[in-house]
């Protein structure tokens, strides 16, 4: 078997230390605005802030109150960190007295309908996002839907991609599109198997306010904290559990992930078959739409999957087109949850763990990844997800149980030589330190994240919400003492001006009706 080390001393050449210097990280962080008592804000999302169909870096995911701030790829983590902070300093400047909730599960709703859906303006694409979020609000509610995550999108350039190919002796002046599809995928394999990892460490909704519920979790043995908390002594990530997102039609797909076309083909299987429960919803009533169409899926991003190969997609085209056509452009990890120990929901340590694990699935002996296994992963990470602090958890590889504390110590050996290898081509120590700052998660649970937050909350006997209520405020100091260096506010105020007059342009130029439109974006090419 070829070790992580054994590859790494393959890919020693000048080559990689060039390319390593631009690997690209993205960051999509949601976060609810919330009125100064903790409910979820009601006002609409500020104009001031730009148009959300068009903005690049301000924009809204299913409701109007869930804000989804952007970074732009960079290939420096102290510039993603600084524009995520300039961001948020613009945003609370101009939310008045509203905060930004600093945890993934959502505060105090007393109905679903306090959450109001996404709008993004008249035109046809505009219409056709908000009648996706209203579908998936009759489809599955809207609570889970107020559920907020952290989306890292990772990348490497041709550059790594020639060089590995090139060292692995398969260099044959081939298409280095293909080969780096494959590999992509081969990381998205493993991040199917290994993404308990991410959740052990980096889960940190151990509890959540009762209201979320909504008759929902009765066969799970939650325990009360303070006056309005539920919680499990052992949860890492309850944003992650069926509490969160849950589709049974969805289980049944089989997604397949041995290689990008099969992937593709299993996405289109599912957003052109019909299922009968959601035709019984009907798609429009009175002239209204109730969903984009009754299919499994109404659009691609409606499959819940903790990482997405993904491609960036022109105007009017659809992902798995996207994909098609040219192939992996990155990969997004959705597994995070917010971090409430951050202004911003992540830390730059974070980040660098998150790269190393990304490599790591990258370049580990393991490839395939059959049904058998792929149920063996999913089953490790519910373990982790509602028990992962226990002492003495088991988990399963390869049929066999494997005690949690010993398969992360093997991992954590093969981590801290990837951290090894990108300090020896970067210089510095930042990877090694940040693999350093996590291990004593390995054999102490109440290191992780899930673990500090859940101390706090238990020492205090306080609940999520009023502890979440105290971060918010003190966060939103943070952000108005915060002096922004890159993303200024009136380079910001700039981008919102730009926003709104492209979204009226859009508006502008169509020619179509609504049905019209739909019918054109979901024919099967031939």
Not at 90 to 95: A, D, N, P, R, T
Not at 168 to 197: A, D, H, L, P, T
Not at 414 to 432: N, P, R, T, V
Request: charged residues 25%; hydrophobic residues 35%; contains cysteine.
């Amino acid at each position: 078997m070829t070790t992580i080390k054994n590859r790494l001393d393959k890919l020693s050449s000048v080559d990689f230390t060039n390319a390593l210097k631009d690997i690209k990280r993205g960051i999509e962080r949601e976060t609810l605005r919330v009125s100064p008592n903790g409910k979820i804000s009601q006002v609409e999302h500020p104009e001031v802030l730009g148009a959300t169909l068009t903005h690049p870096y301000i924009t809204t995911d299913y409701s109007e109150a869930l804000m989804e701030l952007i970074t732009p790829p960079s290939n420096n983590i102290d510039t993603t960190y600084t524009q995520l902070f300039d961001i948020h300093h613009f945003v609370s400047q101009h939310i008045g007295d509203e905060m930004l909730w600093p945890m993934s599960m959502p505060c105090f709703i007393e109905n679903q309908d306090e959450i109001p859906l996404a709008y993004f303006g008249e035109s046809n694409v505009g219409k056709m996002k908000h009648t996706y979020r209203k579908g998936l609000k009759n489809r599955y509610g809207s609570m889970m839907q107020a559920i907020a995550g952290i989306h890292y999108n990772f990348s490497l350039p041709e550059s790594f991609w020639a060089a590995l190919k090139k060292e692995e002796g398969e260099y044959k002046g081939g298409c280095i599109g293909e080969f780096q599809s494959e590999q992509y995928m081969r990381m998205v394999r493993n991040i199917k198997r290994y993404v308990w990892v991410v959740t052990y460490l980096f889960g940190a909704s151990p509890a959540m306010c009762r209201s979320f519920l909504e008759g929902k979790g009765g066969a799970i043995p939650f325990e009360k904290l303070g006056k309005g908390s539920v919680y499990l002594p052992h949860a890492t990530s309850l944003r992650m559990s069926d509490l969160g997102y849950t589709n049974s039609e969805q289980s049944a797909l089989n997604v397949e992930y041995g290689c990008l076309k099969e992937y593709i083909e299993k996405l289109r299987i599912a957003i052109r078959t019909e299922s009968l429960d959601y035709k019984k919803l009907g798609v429009k009533e009175n002239g209204e739409y109730k969903q984009l169409n009754h299919n499994i899926l109404q659009i691609e991003n409606e499959l819940y999957a903790p990482v997405r190969p993904k491609q960036v997609a022109k105007s009017g085209e659809k992902p798995t087109d996207a994909l098609e056509n040219r192939g992996i452009m990155y990969v997004e990890l959705r597994a995070l949850d917010v971090n409430p120990f951050s202004p911003v929901g992540i830390s730059k340590e974070q980040m660098r763990v998150i790269d190393v694990f990304m490599l790591f699935c990258l370049l580990t002996d393991q490839d395939e990844l059959s049904q058998e296994q792929q149920a063996e992963s999913e089953e490790n990470q519910d373990r982790i997800v509602l028990n992962g602090r226990a002492d003495y958890l088991e988990l399963i590889k390869d049929g066999e149980a494997i005690s949690r504390n010993e398969w992360l110590s093997t991992i954590f050996d093969e981590m801290k030589e990837i951290s090894h290898w990108l300090d020896a081509h970067l210089g510095g120590s930042d990877y090694s330190d940040a693999i350093s700052s996590i291990w004593a998660c390995k054999d102490d649970p109440s290191k992780t994240l899930s673990g500090q937050l859940l101390d706090t909350l238990l020492n205090r006997n306080t609940d999520n919400g009023y502890y979440a209520l105290e971060l918010a405020d003190e966060y939103k100091q943070k952000h108005a003492e915060h002096s922004p260096s890159i993303f200024t506010p009136d380079l910001l105020l700039a981008e919102g001006i730009d926003s709104i007059k492209t979204r009226k342009e859009i508006e502008a130029n169509d020619k179509v009706s609504f049905d019209e439109f739909l019918e054109k974006y979901f024919a099967v090419k031939v």
